[in-house]
């Protein structure tokens, strides 16, 4: 879509035979207008999949960050216009502002959703994309993250965070469990049942979760496999907490409590070869979260008086503080692409809300502000997208906003109260 997408490119890179890549930063950026019509259906047997499917394709391309999804309500173009683009009258799609239109086709066989997606530059009348995908019919979503997927990786040249997926706490009465679902709240299930389990992260390959459980009426750290039995790593009366597995999946980072204080700890992901790498006889030393690279290992620490943000090497060596504006930092991740982590901090007006700073100059810049309490964030496995809980329309929600605090919206996950939300990264294959 090289005339198309031009304008929107902060460094376009052409190519021959390749469509230029869209850039998702600088100040010249903004999303490509898009018209996403209802997907059309082949046979009879895709029709009851059209609504389940529709929400969640809808939902990733509007939270992408790469693309303006137009509304339908002002769409002139006859709803039953075909796929091929000898069918389509592109001049109506150009009245309603669309620069770029997806075409969508469903059907169902034997058990086998299949779809078929189309992407046209409204402007000259061209096919750029064509792509078919296919899923089991009792999980049209996972189609619809496919398709989009391919339709992001077209734009960008990279993975999309539609095939990933989320770990939250969910709270019920005194109840507080883990779950795991899509990356967009669908397809939820409980790992614990009752009880008090919280503080959950993934896996490198997001086959297994850790987490904090009062099982035994005491802080312990256990992890589970979907579909596995929990496994106690990290037990044994001390309180440990906040466990955090690193890129290579092969150790966890963790607090454990000693009398007046809290240091960091590392241990093989077993639980074994347990070693501090804080050391502060008062205070407390939380929530690590690691470096992309797997060398570095950023906490929280009010070693200086109140709760700041600080980096160390994952041996323990190198300690520097990185926040130094406010007095109450917390919930650090650290972004997949190396350059920003993410916090929460008390404001001025005693307002939680959500904050990057940069790991190499310390600059901080606000996400959220004037919308609740906005807390315990974590990267995409791309780090093009942020999860968060958000209080703005009453209870702990999830939410999502591109990494520059634009594009706030929540995820489609079922009413609750939501806790500590982690994002795995991008599975091997899907």
Same mark, same amino acid.
């Given at each position: 879509?090289?005339?198309?997408?031009?304008?929107?490119?902060?460094?376009?890179?052409?190519?021959?035979?390749?469509?230029?890549?869209?850039?998702?930063?600088?100040?010249?950026? =903004?999303?490509? $207008?898009?018209?996403?019509?209802?997907?059309?259906?082949?046979?009879?047997?895709?029709?009851?999949?059209?609504? $389940?499917?529709?929400?969640? &394709?809808?939902?990733?391309?509007?939270?992408?960050?790469? %693309?303006?999804?137009?509304?339908?309500?002002?769409?002139?173009?006859?709803?039953?216009? *075909?796929?091929?683009?000898?069918?389509?009258?592109?001049?109506?799609?150009?009245?309603?502002?669309?620069?770029?239109?997806?075409?969508?086709?469903?059907?169902?066989?034997?058990?086998?959703?299949?779809?078929?997606?189309?992407? &046209?530059?409204?402007?000259?009348?061209?096919?750029?994309?064509?792509?078919?995908?296919?899923? $089991?019919?009792?999980?049209?979503?996972?189609?619809?993250?496919?398709?989009?997927?391919?339709?992001?990786?077209? &734009?960008?040249?990279?993975?999309? #965070?539609?095939?990933? =997926? /989320?770990?939250?706490?969910?709270?019920?009465?005194?109840?507080?469990?883990?779950?795991?679902?899509?990356?967009?709240?669908? @397809?939820?299930?409980? %790992?614990?049942?009752?009880?008090?389990?919280?503080?959950?992260?993934?896996?490198?390959? *997001?086959?297994?979760?850790?987490?904090?459980?009062?099982?035994?009426?005491?802080?312990? /750290?256990?992890?589970?496999?979907?579909?596995?039995?929990?496994?106690?790593?990290?037990?044994?009366?001390?309180?440990?907490?906040?466990?955090?597995?690193? $890129?290579?999946?092969?150790? /966890?980072?963790?607090?454990?409590?000693?009398?007046?204080?809290?240091?960091?700890?590392?241990?093989?992901?077993?639980?074994?070869?347990?070693?501090?790498?804080?050391?502060?006889?008062?205070?407390?030393?939380?929530?690590?979260?690691?470096?992309?690279?797997?060398?570095?290992?950023?906490?929280?620490? @009010?070693?200086?008086?109140?709760?700041?943000?600080?980096?160390?090497?994952?041996?323990?060596?190198?300690?520097?503080?990185?926040?130094?504006?406010?007095?109450?930092?917390?919930? #650090?991740?650290?972004?997949?692409?190396?350059?920003?982590?993410?916090?929460?901090?008390?404001?001025?007006?005693?307002?939680?809300?959500?904050?990057?700073?940069?790991?190499?100059?310390?600059?901080?810049?606000?996400?959220?502000?004037?919308?609740?309490?906005?807390?315990? #964030?974590?990267?995409? #496995?791309?780090?093009?997208?942020?999860?968060?809980?958000?209080?703005?329309?009453?209870?702990?929600?999830?939410?999502?906003?591109?990494?520059?605090? @634009?594009?706030?919206?929540?995820?489609?996950?079922?009413?609750?109260?939501?806790?500590?939300?982690?994002?795995?990264?991008?599975?091997?294959?899907?």
């Amino acid at each position: 879509m090289k005339a198309l997408l031009l304008s929107l490119l902060l460094l376009p890179v052409v190519a021959l035979a390749q469509a230029p890549t869209i850039e998702i930063s600088g100040a010249n950026f =903004r999303p490509l $207008p898009v018209a996403v019509p209802a997907p059309l259906t082949q046979n009879d047997g895709a029709k009851a999949l059209v609504a $389940p499917f529709d929400s969640a &394709f809808s939902f990733d391309l509007a939270a992408s960050g790469i %693309l303006q999804v137009l509304d339908r309500k002002g769409f002139t173009a006859d709803a039953k216009e *075909g796929m091929a683009a000898a069918s389509i009258n592109f001049s109506r799609w150009a009245d309603v502002g669309a620069e770029a239109l997806v075409k969508v086709s469903l059907a169902q066989d034997a058990g086998v959703l299949r779809g078929e997606l189309r992407l &046209f530059n409204v402007g000259t009348g061209r096919e750029d994309l064509k792509v078919s995908k296919d899923a $089991p019919a009792d999980n049209a979503s996972l189609l619809a993250h496919r398709l989009a997927d391919a339709l992001y990786r077209h &734009f960008t040249r990279e993975p999309s #965070p539609f095939l990933s =997926r /989320i770990t939250y706490v969910r709270k019920a009465g005194t109840n507080r469990d883990v779950y795991v679902a899509d990356w967009d709240g669908g @397809n939820a299930r409980a %790992l614990t049942k009752g009880g008090i389990n919280i503080l959950p992260a993934l896996s490198q390959d *997001g086959s297994q979760v850790a987490f904090t459980t009062y099982r035994k009426n005491r802080p312990d /750290i256990y992890v589970q496999s979907p579909g596995g039995e929990a496994k106690a790593v990290i037990s044994g009366g001390q309180m440990a907490t906040g466990a955090a597995f690193s $890129p290579d999946g092969k150790r /966890i980072a963790y607090s454990l409590a000693e009398g007046e204080s809290a240091q960091v700890y590392v241990a093989n992901a077993d639980g074994s070869g347990a070693r501090a790498l804080t050391d502060t006889p008062y205070g407390l030393n939380t929530s690590p979260t690691w470096s992309p690279d797997g060398k570095r290992i950023a906490f929280v620490s @009010n070693r200086g008086g109140s709760p700041q943000v600080y980096i160390m090497n994952a041996d323990g060596t190198g300690v520097r503080r990185l926040t130094f504006q406010g007095n109450y930092n917390q919930t #650090p991740d650290w972004s997949p692409r190396g350059d920003l982590i993410v916090f929460t901090a008390r404001d001025e007006r005693n307002a939680f809300d959500l904050f990057t700073v940069s790991v190499e100059t310390g600059k901080v810049t606000r996400l959220t502000q004037d919308q609740g309490s906005n807390e315990e #964030p974590a990267f995409s #496995p791309n780090g093009r997208l942020i999860v968060f809980t958000s209080t703005r329309n009453g209870g702990s929600q999830l939410y999502v906003m591109t990494a520059d605090g @634009n594009n706030q919206l929540p995820l489609r996950a079922e009413k609750g109260v939501y806790q500590t939300p982690d994002w795995a990264p991008l599975p091997q294959a899907q």
